[in-house]
């Protein structure tokens, strides 16, 4: 007579437990790399369409309305919605607008998490709660602009995505070497690639793009690694072996890099949301004005918004940016 083996129904029951428990233990971080590869692509996608409406615009600065009263019941402010209406609406598909104080009917959440997860802080609606040291007024004699307090308005995209629009119409043009980045700012887009929809995180589904210049703008989406390197470096130095700010980002990931001078404003607008931990200090550019160790490079700083050319034999902290 033939025997026939086989397994019992413990050892099966066993061996779907085991594919379970490893199931379990795998799926969500490979879910979480798929879901985090479509963001960079979306990311790249929007940051690419903005750039080009941006750029068929022939000014940024002048929209609507902004008049400050003693109180917030008599100040006139139709910047941020006559900015979309009047202006980027032209340029560029949008579904559906929303004005101040309605920004959650463009799908946009109540709450976002900071890059680094240390804290859940409320969506802004106004320039002022976006990052404070924006209205600090500050600007070197005879340099034109400043900033203004407006409300956001919001806008959804054909493709689903939400945003928020902080407008400056006060802004300036890129006309002094050294200068306060703040009313350099025209337009801070804050982003939710997916609507209210989580997990609502800056860094994932949640960032920020920024139009720098009334005149010429440029158009910057610097995504963010989640902290600062360690201590403070050169900018660059010759000697072989030692650490500096042109170094400091490969050291830390094959794909991070220092960001522009431009990208680095962009992160100071934005510093709240990237809880920057040596906020009050000044952070190196990659942009370079002078070559060699006795050189200049652009340096920002974070705890007043003041740019500048510096020695690049000096030292500062670095935020690396992805690729």
């Known amino acids: 007579m033939k025997k026939f083996r086989g397994f019992t129904l413990a050892e099966v029951l066993i061996t779907l437990a085991i ?22 692509a979306q990311k790249k996608a929007l940051h690419a369409r903005l750039a ?44 559906n607008i929303c004005g101040p104080d309605k920004l959650s009917s463009c799908g946009l959440p109540s709450k976002i998490t900071t890059l680094d997860s240390a804290s859940e802080i409320t969506f802004p609606t106004k320039m002022s709660e976006l990052n404070p040291k924006l209205l600090n007024g500050q600007h070197y004699e005879g340099e034109a602009g400043d900033m203004a307090d407006t409300k956001a308005a919001a806008f959804e995209t054909v493709n689903g995505e939400s945003i928020a629009v902080f407008y400056n119409p006060l802004c300036s043009s890129d006309t002094t070497a050294n200068h306060y980045v703040q009313n350099k700012m025209c337009v801070d887009f804050l982003y939710d690639l997916n609507g209210a929809e989580g997990p609502n995180q800056v860094g994932k589904d949640v960032g920020f793009i920024a139009a720098l210049y009334n005149k ?30 042109s170094t400091v980002c490969k050291t830390m990931g094959e794909d991070l890099r220092l960001p522009d001078r431009d990208e680095l404003a962009s992160l100071f607008i934005n510093a709240p ?23 200049l490079a652009w340096i920002q700083g974070f705890g007043n918004g003041g740019r500048s050319c510096s020695g690049r034999y000096g030292t500062a902290y670095v935020r690396c940016i992805r690729r």
Not at 23 to 33: C, D, E, F, H, K
Not at 68 to 83: C, I, L, Q, R
Not at 216 to 245: F, H, L, M, N
Not at 273 to 295: C, D, P, Q
């Open 19 to 40: 594919i379970g428990i490893v199931a379990a233990i795998t799926l969500p971080s490979l879910l979480v790399n798929v879901n985090e590869k479509a963001w960079d």
């Open 52 to 95: 080009q409406a941006i750029g068929q615009m022939n000014t940024l600065g002048g929209y609507g309305t902004y008049t400050k009263g003693e109180t917030d019941a008599e100040t006139v402010d139709t910047a941020a919605e006559s900015f979309i209406l009047d202006a980027l609406s032209k340029v560029y598909k949008i579904n």
């Open 216 to 245: 010429s703008p440029v158009v910057v989406a610097p995504v963010p690694y989640s902290a600062d390197y360690t201590s403070r470096v050169k900018q660059y130095t010759e000697t072989e072996g030692t650490v500096d700010a």
């Open 273 to 295: 949301l990237i809880n920057l931990g040596k906020n009050t200090e000044t952070y190196w550019s990659g942009s370079v004005v002078s070559l060699g160790t006795s050189g």
